[in-house]
């Protein structure tokens, strides 16, 4: 089974920071693509950033240039540095490991609240 477990979701003002981890379990993790989505009530899930197992990013023009992904494979952990958070921001945010684009395995959820 793999299982990812989030965590670091919450409350922050505008223009905060939080940090998010989803640690994953198996030795799959460091060959796999692994990202971020995000849902906010009444709209359709938004696609944040993903981290492939070579390092490279990819962000949503919505994040770009403040939030950063990253991946520690030796904790068998992916990160989501979230800096000049918006309200626009407040969502419940999914890790998710993608399986070579045939399935795809996602945690539990986790929300984060951006509101002064």
């Known amino acids: 089974q793999v299982q990812l477990v989030e965590s670091g979701g919450g409350l922050a003002q505008p223009g905060g920071s939080l940090r998010l981890s989803c640690v994953v379990s198996?030795?799959?993790?460091?060959?796999?693509?692994m990202g971020w989505y995000r849902q906010a009530p009444g709209k359709q899930r938004e696609w944040v950033a993903d981290?492939?197992?070579?390092?490279?990013?990819n962000y949503a023009d919505s994040v770009k240039g403040r939030f950063t992904i990253s991946r520690d494979n030796a904790k068998n952990t992916v990160y989501l540095q979230m800096n000049s958070l918006k309200p626009e921001d407040t969502a419940v945010y999914y890790c998710?490991?993608?399986?070579?684009?045939?399935?795809?395995?996602w945690g539990q959820g986790t929300q984060v609240t951006v509101s002064s």
């Open positions: 998710y490991l993608d399986m070579s684009g045939s399935s795809y395995y």
């Open positions: 981290i492939s197992s070579d390092g490279s990013t």
């Open positions: 198996g030795s799959i993790f460091r060959f796999n693509t």
